[in-house]
């Protein structure tokens, strides 16, 4: 089955600065990848995804990367403000008819440093 | 939509006692999936639903735990005899077939004493 590596698994940034986060995944024929933000006593909201027939996708701070040669994709956050602080999660899924399970990488934990 | 609803939000409990969770997807999701989240294994998937019939139940730790869906608007998942290993938040997420973005509910955070 599909797994997925997430590092680091903690980070710290000072505000206003940039953070990334990466994965990667085993399975080649993985076409989903959403990332997921978790604060803290909350659930998991998704905040940007990104199809393998697309390289690149932006939503305002947030962008995600994807190079399916090398089987990794990343998240950028730019700006950094204090309220990016969470646990990110990054996903992948094999999105056919009978195989619709998302492998969660196993977390960074963001902290914005004022 | 009120999104994905869970009960009850906290639950304690002794060791032994049947525990009962619930979850009601969001109207429309064809697909329903059961997580379980704890400091030391992470966010786990139990068993998944398609269209109200169990898909994979790999993730179901033990015979302890069974999950069903009566219907396209209601699902529960049991814990009979309960232990304090079972201690951990539990998710319930939806998602319309077609699309592959889950939704996940408030979780319930379940004690076993």
């Known amino acids: 089955g599909e797994n997925v590596e997430q590092h680091p698994s903690t980070l710290s940034v000072q505000e206003g600065d940039s953070a990334v986060i990466k994965c990667t995944y085993s399975?080649?024929?993985?076409?989903?990848f959403p990332w997921y933000k978790q604060e803290l006593g909350k659930r998991p909201q998704l905040i940007i995804d990104i199809r393998s027939n697309v390289g690149e996708k932006k939503d305002q701070r947030i962008a995600v990367t994807l190079n399916k040669t090398a089987k990794h994709f990343s998240l950028h956050i730019t700006e950094t403000q204090p309220e990016d602080s969470a646990v990110y999660f990054c996903?992948?899924?094999?999105?056919?008819?009978?195989?619709?399970?998302?492998?969660f990488g196993t977390g960074t934990r963001l902290t914005i440093i004022p | 939509d009120a999104g994905v609803i869970q009960s009850p939000r906290h639950e304690v409990t002794e060791m032994g006692q049947e525990v009962t969770l619930r979850c009601k997807p969001i109207?429309?999701?064809?697909?329903l999936f059961w997580y379980r989240q704890t400091m030391m294994r992470g966010l786990e998937l139990l068993i998944y639903f398609n269209n109200n019939v169990p898909i994979d139940d790999s993730g179901m730790p033990e015979d302890r735990f069974s999950a069903k869906m009566p219907n396209a608007s209601f699902s529960t998942l049991k814990i009979q005899p309960s232990e304090p290993r079972d201690s951990a938040v539990y998710f319930c997420a939806s998602r319309y077939r077609i699309q592959e973005t889950q939704y996940f509910g408030p979780g319930t955070r379940l004690l076993v004493l």
């Open positions: 399975d080649s024929a993985s076409n989903y």
């Open positions: 109207s429309g999701h064809n697909s």
């Open positions: 996903a992948a899924i094999i999105s056919n008819f009978g195989n619709e399970k998302l492998t």
